[in-house]
């Protein structure tokens, strides 16, 4: 599959001639989700889930689908009647001609005052990409390419140090990054690369690769 990584947690798969997109939210360019067969949302925080993107792209596309969690569903689901789907930690469906597995249940703690939301990450055929959205999730299933929260108000270093070490993909691209400045990535690169395990790559938001 031809990987795509836009800005922040967003990222494109497209295979067949299908394309399947995960979390265009607010952060995300503009017309993140424009184009997608299927979107799928790891969570309700904006960062992941931006409303009227998604609906520009449902209202552009009448065949487009959305599988996402209760929180977001309850959201958009009566504008798009059929074509959101509620999905939570077990589940197994098939999205624009990919094989998808859901993995998690709650949100990273970002502080014990602060209630955690839900949140899942697909698996994505069989193991080929998993994202996890914002949690350190680790699916029951080897992981070729993950998708590494880096930099987040909930994570630190050796957190995503550890989670890399956890999962032991073959490689791990950097997604929630855009509160990472370009002064501080090559600290990131340089530790989470020696110390992870796994190969450590980082895609800027339009570049590509096969997975």
Not at 104 to 128: C, F, M, Q, S, W
Not at 130 to 154: I, K, N, R
Request: a negative charge; aromatic letters at 6%; proline letters at 7%.
């Amino acid at each position: 599959m031809k990987l795509t990584k836009k800005s922040h947690s967003c990222v494109r798969l497209e295979k067949d001639g299908r394309t399947l997109v995960l979390d265009p939210g607010g952060f995300s360019e503009e017309d993140a989700a424009l184009g997608a067969d299927a979107v799928l949302v790891t969570h309700e925080h904006p960062d992941h889930f931006d409303e009227g993107r998604l609906r520009t792209a449902l209202e552009a596309d009448p065949a487009a689908e959305i599988w996402t969690l209760r929180s977001v569903a309850e959201r958009i689901s009566a504008a798009f009647p059929g074509r959101v789907h509620t999905v939570g930690h077990g589940d197994a469906f098939t999205a624009a001609g990919f094989d998808v597995q859901v993995h998690g249940e709650l949100h990273a703690v970002i502080h014990p005052d602060i209630p955690r939301v839900t949140n899942v990450g697909y698996l994505i055929d069989g193991g080929k990409l998993f994202h996890p959205g914002d949690a350190l999730t680790v699916p029951d299933h080897p992981v070729e390419t993950l998708m590494l929260p880096v930099m987040a108000p909930w994570n630190k270093i050796s957190e995503v140090i550890d989670y890399v070490r956890e999962v032991a993909p073959r490689r791990a691209y950097d997604i929630h990054d855009a509160l990472l400045t370009d002064l501080a990535r090559p600290i990131y690169d340089r530790q989470i690369g020696a110390l992870g395990g796994s190969e450590h790559l980082r895609l800027a938001p339009g570049s590509s690769a096969d997975v």
